[in-house]
DNA sequence: CTTACTGCAAATATTTTGCATTTGG
DNA sequence: CCAAATGCAAAATATTTGCAGTAAG
């Protein structure tokens, strides 16, 4: 019950840290699995799923391996408004988000959305956006009306 | 030379605390001014600044009166990538901001560029985005080649 | 065995808060 | 005068780091 099709995923973690003379552990097994599991997980959050397996799991631990992840391109990250950063699956990138002012919730949107605002910043300035990198932040359409 | 057309702004910063019973202190004015002066200032910055003036003037001065003129409207922050928030004087909201992965340089560009986006957007999900608050992540001409 | 990895505790960095004192109006 | 604002110091939050012990391969 604690992974689907996370056979691959482990498998790859596998591969990707011997390559480079590093190490499989539980503790980097877990992480994975939990960033998988929750969408757009705060450290904080991961530290938390983490825990319900491993109670002893340090949250620097969590921290270093969230970094080590993303290192390998197995997981991204990205700003969502104030708080801490969240984290996601690297196979799961290909969306926008859609950050919430009034009720703090993040939707997600097919990247294509932004087809067009990607070739015009390119033709424009040369810059060359990291669209699944992207944060908007707006009001959702429950929201929309009120005042704050 | 410490401002240009800032009297007109000193004269809303008055207004618009005594509408609400508010006072104007040296402080607020001076933080006002770095902001509008600075672009894209951390709370850092602005102290950094202000204190130019007022070596005095206390961190959590800063904090709070940036908080204040953003409830006044005469400011905006934005969350560009891993840092602190970065103020902007509000009438200089119109523009979407492009942060680079590579060098880190902010550079702005016309929030027209986002227009199709926008109403994509809000036809598909009914979300408002707030352009003017967007941060957008990528690699500007010049680093856009390099591996990372 | 060897060296990478973890846990822990302490150090940083950033922002917030309570409270006594100062000050704008 | 009096309520609002500041300065200061301590608390809260988020993240990083050094190091000694543990464990992957």
Redesign the pocket.
């Given at each position: 019950m604690s992974s689907m099709a996370d056979g691959t995923t482990a498998e790859d973690l596998?591969a990707r840290?011997?390559e480079q003379?590093?190490?499989?552990?539980?503790?980097?097994r877990l992480v994975l699995d939990a960033v998988t599991r929750l969408r757009h997980a705060?450290?904080?959050a991961v530290s938390a799923e983490v825990r319900r397996t491993?109670p002893?799991?340090?949250?620097?631990?969590v921290?270093?391996?969230l970094?080590?992840l993303e290192r390998l391109g197995l997981v991204r990250h990205t700003h969502l408004g104030s708080?801490?950063?969240t984290y996601h699956a690297g196979d799961d990138a290909g969306h926008l988000h859609l950050v919430c002012e009034g009720c703090g919730r993040v939707e997600e949107a097919d990247v294509a959305l932004a087809a067009d605002l990607v070739g015009r910043l390119h033709a424009v300035s040369g810059f060359e956006p990291d669209v699944g990198h992207m944060a908007i932040s707006g009001r959702c359409r429950e929201c929309a009306g009120q005042p704050r």
């Open positions: 596998r840290l011997h003379g590093l190490r499989l552990t539980p503790q980097r705060t450290p904080e491993d002893g799991l340090n949250a620097s631990t921290y270093r391996t970094e080590l708080g801490p950063a």
